[in-house]
């Protein structure tokens, strides 16, 4: 009973997909309190905030002067992401709280769901499955007159907007006209917000699709010298026909993505987003979309999570997820893994793994 006595009490706002030996230094060295159980989160954290040493958080609830006044002996915060948007991280080192998030080991999986994503909306992958899963086939004699007339070389920008973002695809999803929707990946010129480590590592991906790499970063600009650099972002969308974004949101990247910047993109670009959503002017990105000005869109994040704008869920250019660019067995554990570890490293006096 004394040994339980002793361990630091750690809260949870957000429960860890952990392996067992994870679990098991969790559950050995922690007193666990999990916010979801709380029938009255306020009157439970005025009860125990007092004796709350580390939190473990994730990519919805935050850690502000809110929540932080109420735990006033923290000692850690271990994010379960590498965005630290949800944390006020100069507040917790104002108040001697440490933070650590978990870099590097989500970097692949996050960079494999941009590609998914663009080659997802690019080629209309989920519109094509769900014409496969209605029964459906391309078939001979099906496709309109102009396009038998004139074949692929139709597939210009003007026929792809005609078609694109129809509400009834069946008018579309056969013959050539299937492939006047969809547009060619490889070759297309990218241009990357944000080349950190997740960015760096989509550039690369696209290389082996032979497509031209340029990039706006606030900080990495000496790193990249086989990439064209632009430092602004309206540029950077005026030279490239995909745009993906993968920088941190941080007030000066809030709402970089702008009207501008589509408009620059124009009627052929397509957007990308696995960082955040509001780094993008959502509403601004679904007005493009609804009025063509942009040619469409593979999205992972939003602004209001869980919401998402009813106008993007009909269009078969726009490809949606629920925030799982991360999301795989493999990484979610390793994430989980370096929470617990950070933790346990805090709590016997040893070095952070991750610290911010
Ligand atoms: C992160 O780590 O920031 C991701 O968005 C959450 O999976």
Redesign the pocket.
Known sequence: CSAMATKPVVLHLQSLPLEPRAAEDLHSKFENLFIWEQADPAAFLAEKGASIRGVVT??RPWVNQELLDKLPNVEIVS??????DKVDVSLCKERGVSVT??PDV?TDC?ADTALALLLACMRQIPAAHQYVCDGRWPKEGDYPVTNKLKPLVLVTAEIMHLCQGLADLSSCLYGHSICAMLAVVSGKRVGVVGLGRIGAAIGKRLEGFGCPISYYSRSKKPQYPEYNYYNSVVELARNSDILVVACALEKATTKIINREVLDALGPTGFVVN???GPVIDEAELVKALVEKRVAGAGL??FVNEPEVPKELLNMANVVVQP?????TYET?NA?ANLVVENLVAHFSGKPLLTPV
């Open positions: 994730g990519v994010s379960n992401t590498v965005g630290l998030n978990t989500l996050t696995i960082a955040r992972d994040v925030h799982v660019g991360s999301a979610r994430m």
